[in-house]
């Protein structure tokens, strides 16, 4: 099976701007959780998707927004984007069931100038 | 999701058991104990996963204890590709995940 895919895999945008990054689950993967890592906070989870509604939050501002899609992908926006937006943003799949572990894409590095 | 404590650091020789503590002493009963590794600026790998027996796959060992408080990771011949943090979360299924600092993991030839 083909791994979690994300895109872009690189961005650098300007403060204020908004940017859209991409997540394809696993084949057969209903859940998308997103997080953010940074060097001084670590991983933190933002949200997760299932059957396109958001079933989990995290702490984070409502500039940080994402949908899933019929077909399992999932797309997360962050709006007015700020210099500590800058992280490594990573999308995660799993199977809904016993264990429910997750899968993780390898990420797209946002850098805000 | 419970609280975990894992030792900061830890160093490995090549080719010898490695084996990572991890205390989680408010986990619930309904709660996994997870974990994962992140060698450098990748994602995520998951290794391993149980609630409360013993697990193994064919990356490595998990050992629970039978107040389930505590759990051991064991890599059975460490290479030097086992270099990642190690995370350790205690969680429900299909849920969030909380990561905490985890244990810098150095496998030393």
């Known amino acids: 099976k083909a791994g979690v895919t994300q895109t872009p895999r690189y961005l650098i945008k300007t403060r204020g701007q908004q940017v859209t990054l991409s997540c394809s689950p696993i084949?057969?993967?209903?859940?998308v959780s997103w997080y953010q890592q940074t060097p001084g906070q670590g991983l933190q989870f933002l949200f997760e998707y299932f059957s396109e509604t958001q079933r989990n939050k995290g702490n984070f501002p409502g500039r940080f927004s994402g949908r899933q899609f019929s077909n399992s992908r999932s797309e997360m926006n962050v709006s007015t984007l700020e210099l500590g937006d800058s992280a490594l943003y990573l999308c995660?799949?799993?199977?809904?069931?016993?264990?429910?572990?997750?899968?993780f894409g390898p990420g797209t590095r946002l850098t805000v100038t | 999701d419970a609280k975990t404590t894992q030792p900061t650091s830890m160093d490995c020789a090549e080719g010898r058991a490695a084996n990572l503590p991890c205390n989680h002493s408010?986990?619930?009963?309904?709660?996994?104990v997870y974990w994962y590794r992140q060698i450098h600026s990748q994602g995520p790998q998951y290794i391993i996963h149980g609630l409360k027996n013993n697990e193994t796959n064919e990356m490595a060992s998990l050992i629970i204890t039978e107040d389930r408080k505590s759990s051991t990771l064991i890599l059975p011949h460490a290479t030097l590709r086992d270099t990642a943090v190690y995370y350790c979360?205690?969680?429900?299924?299909?849920?969030?995940?909380?990561f905490g600092g985890g244990t810098r993991v150095l496998v030393k030839p």
């Open positions: 979360i205690a969680g429900a299924a299909g849920n969030k995940l909380t």
């Open positions: 995660a799949s799993s199977f809904v069931g016993e264990g429910g572990e997750q899968y």
């Open positions: 084949s057969g993967h209903r859940s």
């Open positions: 408010t986990i619930s009963g309904n709660e996994y």
